[in-house]
């Protein structure tokens, strides 16, 4: 995304005018979902987290915001938002490909194991941000 920023001063206030150039029919993300995508690039293959996790990482207590950040990403897999798990281990949702399937194929390639809906050995995979 390219953004041109202008300021403008009129009549004593300072205005930021974003201009987006992405293609027509997308909309412009927010800063926290930038925050939340660039947060997802942390997390190492082979290793999951959760939404809990990544907020406390964000410092914010809105998990169901990085939820739908996440749910959001646009430059799945390479962004890995299939990275992020629910906190008592489970696989969660997946807006890409073939939905949970395809999530559960990802984490399978990266070496995270899943049994009916839950990852395997939670404890041992599961990574926390460091500040």
Same mark, same amino acid.
């Given at each position: ?5 202008t300021?403008?001063?009129?009549i ?7 201009? #987006? ?8 993300? =927010?800063?926290?979902?930038? &925050? @939340?995508?660039? +947060?997802?690039? $942390? ?6 987290? #959760? ?8 410092? =914010?207590?809105?998990?169901? &915001? @990085?939820?739908? +950040?996440?749910? $959001? ?16 281990? =489970? ?6 490909g ?7 194929r ?11 809906g839950?990852?395997?050995?939670f ?9």
């Amino acid at each position: 995304m390219i953004l041109a920023e202008t300021r403008l001063n009129q009549i004593g206030l300072r205005y930021v005018i974003m201009v #987006s150039c992405e293609p027509k029919g997308e909309t412009m993300a =927010t800063l926290f979902q930038h &925050a @939340v995508w660039k +947060a997802l690039e $942390k997390i190492p293959s082979g290793k999951v987290t #959760s939404y809990a996790a990544l907020a406390r990482y964000l410092e =914010t207590r809105a998990v169901r &915001a @990085v939820g739908s +950040a996440v749910g $959001k990403n646009p430059n799945a897999p390479q962004v890995p938002c299939h990275r992020v798990v629910r906190g008592d281990g =489970t696989i969660g949702n997946y807006s890409g490909g073939e939905g949970v399937a395809t999530k559960i194929r990802l984490l399978s390639q990266e070496g995270v194991e899943t049994s009916e809906g839950k990852i395997v050995d939670f404890d041992t995979v599961f990574w926390e941000f460091t500040p």
